[in-house]
C-alpha cells in the first residue's frame, strides 16, 4: 500500500492523527472547513487541499474525524459524487450506529468501502499515539491497514462486523463518564476534607483507586484548570447523548452513567462548553461550597 492518506477533519483529533502520520514518513492530504485548522495544519506539513473530494481524488485511504453526523453525511455524499476509483475511507468520529450505517451505504453504492473505526483516547493520547482503534467492517481492509493504523495509535483490534466498534465505543465511553464523574467527586471530597490536591493525585494514582481517566483529568482538577481541552464539554455532549439513546434501545438500565447527565448539563450551564471535561469537578466543587 502507498504511504498516502487523507484525513478529512482536522481538529483535536485529527489534527494529531494527521501530524504523527506525518512524522511517521506518510504523505498526509487533509481537509477542514475551518481555515485556522488549515493553516496549522498546513505548517505542520499537511498538503490542505479545497474540499473532500480533493483529498480523494489522490489519497487512496481516507481518514474520516467528524464533529456532527451532518458533517459525515455530506462527505460521504461528497466522496460518492467524485466518481472515483475504489477508496477505504476509515471512519474514527463517534455517531450514532444509525449514521454510521447510512454512510456506508452511500459510499458502499458508489463502490467505496466505509470502515467503522472510533478511537478510545483522548486529544492529549492522540497527540502520544497512545489510541486503540475499534476497526469494525471489511477484515481484509482492515488487517492492510494496521500499518496506517500503528501510525496514529498503539494497538488497532478488528471487531467483526460493520458497527461493532461503534458499539465497543459506547461501552468504553460509558465508562469515561463514570471515571470522570468519580475522579472529580474524589478530588472534591479530598480538598474539602483539608488534604492537600495535588498529592492525593500522586496517591491515588499509586494506589488501587486508580484509573486511566483519573491519571488523565485529575492533575487538570488539582489545578482547577481544564485547560487545553483534550475532550470540550461541547463536543462530549455528543458522545453522551448517543450512549443514552443505545442503551435505551436496548432497554439496559445505565444509573451510574444517568447521574452523570444532569451534572454535565450543569457543566454547560456554567459555561464551560469550551472547557476540558474535567470541569465537572468545578459544578461539584460549587455544590461543596469550596467553588
Same mark, same amino acid.
Request: charged content about 20%.
Given at each position: 500500500?502507498d504511504?498516502?492518506?487523507?484525513?478529512?477533519?482536522?481538529?483535536i483529533m485529527?489534527g494529531?492523527?494527521?501530524r504523527n502520520?506525518?512524522?511517521?514518513?506518510?504523505?498526509?492530504?487533509?481537509?477542514?472547513?475551518?481555515?485556522?485548522?488549515?493553516?496549522?495544519?498546513?505548517e505542520?506539513?499537511?498538503?490542505i487541499?479545497f474540499?473532500?473530494?480533493? &483529498?480523494?481524488?489522490?489519497a487512496?485511504?481516507?481518514?474520516?474525524?467528524l464533529?456532527?453526523?451532518?458533517?459525515?453525511?455530506?462527505?460521504?455524499?461528497?466522496?460518492?459524487?467524485?466518481?472515483?476509483?475504489?477508496r477505504? =475511507?476509515?471512519?474514527?468520529?463517534?455517531?450514532t450506529?444509525?449514521?454510521?450505517?447510512?454512510?456506508?451505504?452511500t459510499?458502499?453504492?458508489?463502490?467505496?468501502?466505509?470502515l467503522?473505526?472510533?478511537?478510545s483516547?483522548?486529544?492529549a493520547?492522540a497527540?502520544?499515539?497512545?489510541l486503540v =482503534?475499534?476497526?469494525?467492517?471489511?477484515?481484509?481492509?482492515?488487517?492492510?491497514?494496521?500499518?496506517?493504523?500503528?501510525g496514529?495509535?498503539?494497538?488497532?483490534?478488528?471487531?467483526?462486523?460493520?458497527?461493532?466498534?461503534t458499539k465497543?465505543?459506547? &461501552?468504553?465511553?460509558l465508562?469515561?463518564?463514570?471515571? *470522570?464523574?468519580?475522579?472529580a467527586?474524589?478530588? &472534591?471530597l479530598?480538598?474539602?476534607?483539608g488534604?492537600d490536591?495535588?498529592q492525593?493525585?500522586?496517591?491515588?494514582?499509586s494506589g488501587a483507586?486508580?484509573?486511566?481517566?483519573?491519571?488523565?483529568?485529575?492533575g487538570?482538577m488539582?489545578?482547577r484548570?481544564y485547560l487545553?481541552p483534550t475532550?470540550? *464539554?461541547?463536543?462530549w455532549?455528543?458522545?453522551?447523548d &448517543? =450512549?443514552?439513546?443505545?442503551?435505551r434501545d436496548?432497554?439496559v438500565?445505565v444509573?451510574?452513567f444517568?447521574?452523570?447527565l444532569?451534572?454535565?448539563?450543569?457543566?454547560?450551564?456554567?459555561?464551560?462548553g469550551?472547557?476540558?471535561?474535567a470541569?465537572i469537578?468545578?459544578?461539584?466543587?460549587?455544590m461543596?461550597?469550596?467553588?
Amino acid at each position: 500500500m502507498d504511504q498516502i492518506v487523507g484525513v478529512i477533519g482536522l481538529g483535536i483529533m485529527g489534527g494529531a492523527m494527521a501530524r504523527n502520520l506525518k512524522q511517521g514518513g506518510w504523505r498526509v492530504l487533509g481537509y477542514d472547513t475551518d481555515p485556522e485548522r488549515r493553516q496549522a495544519l498546513a505548517e505542520a506539513g499537511i498538503e490542505i487541499c479545497f474540499d473532500a473530494a480533493s &483529498v480523494a481524488a489522490i489519497a487512496p485511504v481516507l481518514i474520516t474525524s467528524l464533529p456532527k453526523p451532518a458533517a459525515l453525511h455530506a462527505t460521504a455524499e461528497a466522496l460518492a459524487a467524485a466518481k472515483l476509483p475504489k477508496r477505504i =475511507i476509515v471512519e474514527a468520529s463517534t455517531f450514532t450506529l444509525a449514521d454510521k450505517q447510512a454512510a456506508e451505504a452511500t459510499l458502499r453504492a458508489a463502490g467505496h468501502t466505509l470502515l467503522d473505526c472510533p478511537l478510545s483516547g483522548t486529544g492529549a493520547q492522540a497527540e502520544k499515539k497512545d489510541l486503540v =482503534i475499534y476497526a469494525s467492517g471489511d477484515a481484509q481492509a482492515i488487517a492492510a491497514l494496521n500499518p496506517l493504523f500503528l501510525g496514529f495509535g498503539r494497538a488497532a483490534y478488528d471487531l467483526g462486523a460493520f458497527g461493532n466498534g461503534t458499539k465497543m465505543k459506547f &461501552v468504553a465511553n460509558l465508562l469515561v463518564a463514570i471515571h *470522570n464523574a468519580a475522579s472529580a467527586e474524589a478530588m &472534591v471530597l479530598a480538598e474539602k476534607a483539608g488534604l492537600d490536591p495535588v498529592q492525593v493525585v500522586e496517591l491515588v494514582r499509586s494506589g488501587a483507586a486508580n484509573s486511566r481517566v483519573f491519571e488523565l483529568r485529575a492533575g487538570m482538577m488539582a489545578k482547577r484548570d481544564y485547560l487545553p481541552p483534550t475532550m470540550r *464539554n461541547s463536543t462530549w455532549s455528543k458522545d453522551l447523548d &448517543v =450512549i443514552g439513546e443505545f442503551a435505551r434501545d436496548l432497554q439496559v438500565p445505565v444509573p451510574l452513567f444517568s447521574a452523570v447527565l444532569p451534572l454535565h448539563a450543569a457543566v454547560l450551564a456554567g459555561g464551560h462548553g469550551g472547557e476540558d471535561t474535567a470541569a465537572i469537578h468545578a459544578v461539584l466543587a460549587k455544590m461543596a461550597g469550596i467553588g
